[in-house]
């Protein structure tokens, strides 16, 4: 079956550092990627997509590059904030149909 | 454009009961799906709604239902509930059912079984 593996967190950096959690899958069909950010006490948030192969998704400084050759999906950013203190999930969908299959999370904490 | 929307935010039931939760979907959009929520199992699929038809259905038991109406609200009832059905419980709203859609997320339903 489709599956997603994320780096077990707790992630801690200090306020500038770089950031980067590995995202690796398994899927049946060609799937769509996506990197979704739960703030504390909210619902689920889209930070970014990529749906082929080679497409990077970018948005408020994250970016991620779709690798079918290796599976993976890293999100990166150069530059922490504070504000992004959050758990990240990394997740897929395959195969029409709205079906996520989600990681296990990775919960980030940026301190100053 | 107003988001997606669950009520109640929180209940608390005892075993054996059931439970309705209710989701709005962005207006405009088709497809809804959930999603369960634990510590312990992290985010699974419950199943999807389009157009009033379930498109797709995660590994539950038919103790948790779905159904959506017209205007493309949809509930979902989990009935004799167990202490193990205690979760997060958030709907997704899309315009489409199709994988490169984006998902929209309510903030959830906090349900708690005693």
């Known amino acids: 079956g489709d599956s997603v593996t994320q780096m077990e967190g707790p992630v801690t950096l200090s306020e500038e550092a770089f950031l980067t959690i590995n995202c690796t899958y398994t899927a049946t069909g060609y799937p769509s990627l996506f990197w979704y950010v739960q703030y504390p006490g909210e619902g689920l948030q889209l930070l970014l997509k990529a749906t082929k192969a080679d497409d990077k998704g970018s948005n408020k400084g994250f970016e991620a590059t779709y690798r079918k050759e290796t599976t993976s999906f890293h999100l990166e950013k150069g530059s922490v904030q504070v504000s992004d203190s959050a758990v990240y999930f990394c997740?897929?969908?395959?195969?029409?149909?709205?079906?996520?299959?989600f990681g296990t999370g990775t919960q980030l904490k940026v301190e100053l | 454009k107003a988001g997606v929307t669950q009520t109640p935010r929180y209940l608390i039931k005892t075993r054996g009961q059931q439970v309705t939760l209710s989701c709005s979907p962005i207006?405009?959009?088709?497809?809804v799906s959930w999603y369960q929520q634990t510590p312990g199992q992290g985010l699974q699929f419950l199943f999807e709604?389009?157009?009033?038809?379930?498109?797709n259905k995660g590994n539950f038991p038919g103790r948790f239902s779905g159904r959506q109406f017209s205007n493309s609200r949809s509930e979902m009832n989990v009935s004799t509930l167990e202490l193990g059905d205690s979760a997060l419980y958030l709907c997704?709203?899309?315009?489409?059912?199709?994988?490169?859609?984006?998902?929209?997320f309510g903030p959830g339903t906090r349900l708690t079984v005693l």
């Open positions: 207006s405009g959009h088709r497809s």
């Open positions: 709604y389009f157009s009033e038809t379930q498109r």
């Open positions: 997740a897929l969908s395959v195969g029409g149909g709205n079906k996520l299959t």
């Open positions: 997704a709203s899309s315009l489409d059912s199709r994988d490169t859609d984006t998902q929209y």
